[in-house]
T-cell receptor
Framework: NAGVTQTPKFQVLKTGQSMTLQCAQD?????MSWYRQDPGMGLRLIHY???????DQGEVPNGYNVSRSTTEDFPLRLLSAAPSQTSVYFC??????????????????FGPGTRLTVL | DAKTTQPPSMDCAEGRAANLPCNHS???????VYWYRQIHSQGPQYIIH???NNETNEMASLIITEDRKSSTLILPHATLRDTAVYYC?????????????FGQGTTLQVKP
């Protein structure tokens, strides 16, 4: 298994440009999420999905869109990039409903991250 | 969800046990304690989780006090590769548990 993969690894954008960060997992996990991490800080949740066709907002959703058309993929779209979105973005996945009653949704697998700079 | 408190930093000698404490005095009965770590510039890595019994896996041991108000993550023989930020997170059951809330964590420096 490749686990959780993210592309690209690095990206530089100009203010106002749009782009999509890709995230894929091959573990048949129902739960997927996106976090951002700013320098010297912990991770903050942007959006998450409990299954294909279902998404919801996290702590810092403004400026980002997500969709979940398949179990495997969970892309994150930046609509109009701003310097405040300069950050490292991590995608994560975890097991489905059979694990939720035992806390399994919080046993998450993280991707390697995408380092985004907005000029 | 219960708030957690961790010391900002700790040192440990290579080969010795690293004991990382976490306070979660407002934890409720159905909330689990999770530990993650983040090695510099990498994605966080799940270590272990538990409800009330002590847990052990190939990476670490988790000791939860009887009143569940605090816990300790133990790395039995720390190596230089264990230098990382360690996060203690408390979450309940159900689909909301995937919404992890990361605090500042404890920066563990393992020294030769």
């Amino acid at each position: 298994n490749a686990g959780v993969t993210q592309t690209p690894k690095f990206q530089v954008l100009k203010t106002g440009q749009s782009m999509t960060l890709q995230c894929a997992q091959d573990m048949n996990h129902e739960y997927m999420s996106w976090y951002r991490q700013d320098p010297g800080m912990g991770l903050r949740l942007i959006h998450y999905s409990v299954g294909a066709g279902i998404t919801d907002q996290g702590e810092v959703p403004n400026g980002y869109n997500v969709s979940r058309s398949t179990t495997e993929d969970f892309p994150l779209r930046l609509l109009s990039a701003a310097p405040s979105q300069t950050s490292v973005y991590f995608c994560a996945s975890s097991k489905g409903r059979q694990g939720w009653s035992s806390g399994g949704a919080a046993e998450q697998f993280f991707g390697p991250g995408t380092r985004l700079t907005v000029l | 969800d219960a708030k957690t408190t961790q010391p900002p930093s700790m040192d440990c000698a290579e080969g010795r046990a690293a004991n990382l404490p976490c306070n979660h005095s407002t934890i409720s009965g159905n909330e689990y304690v999770y530990w993650y770590r983040q090695i510099h510039s990498q994605g966080p890595q799940y270590i272990i989780h538990g409800l009330k019994n002590n847990e052990t896996n190939e990476m670490a041991s988790l000791i939860i006090t009887e009143d569940r108000k605090s816990s300790t993550l133990i790395l039995p023989h720390a190596t230089l590769r264990d230098t990382a930020v360690y996060y203690c997170i408390v979450r309940g059951t159900g689909s909301n548990t995937g919404k992890l809330i990361f605090g500042q964590g404890t920066t563990l420096q393992v020294k030769p």
